[in-house]
């Protein structure tokens, strides 16, 4: 069974995603729950309408993607961690740590699918993340790892 995904689901895809799932976990549990339709033919007509009205939603807000921007470039970011002696931390930074971090420092809310991190962080140091808000906004924040 095909499926049109409502919302984001981990590692079963994206919203807006056409996903093939079993016939019993459509019909019993993303279909009853308001997480996905089927993708019949009508459904996905209604798919690129729906696509294009999000697009349109996005594109209103570039404003305030370009304001995020501005707040955050030039910035560090500060992140306390737990590391030992050496310098390596304990756990990992990912993109949920940093988007509670903007949230706490500069009150800016930026979705932690919009931030990557290219690189493996492993010991205290300054590391860089890219910010893609929107196809046309980017940038980078610096953050700096600092021992609790």
Do not use: C, W
């Amino acid at each position: 069974m095909e499926v049109i995904l409502l919302k984001d689901l981990g590692t079963l895809g994206d919203k807006h995603d056409v996903v093939k799932v079993k016939n019993g976990y459509g019909r019993n549990f993303l279909i009853p729950k308001g997480l996905g339709v089927i993708a019949n033919a009508s459904n996905l007509e209604r798919l690129d309408e729906i696509k294009a009205k999000d697009k349109a939603e996005e594109d209103k807000k570039i404003g305030d993607f370009q304001e995020i921007i501005q707040t955050v470039t030039g910035q560090t970011l500060k992140i306390g961690v737990k590391a030992g002696t050496s310098g390596k931390i304990f756990g990992s930074i990912t993109p949920i740590s940093i988007s509670q971090a903007l949230k706490e420092q500069f009150d800016v809310e930026v979705p932690r699918k919009k931030i990557l991190i290219e690189e493996e962080i492993k010991e205290i140091g300054t590391y860089t993340a890219q910010l893609e808000l929107h196809d046309s906004v980017k940038g980078s924040i610096d953050f700096e790892l600092v021992k609790e």
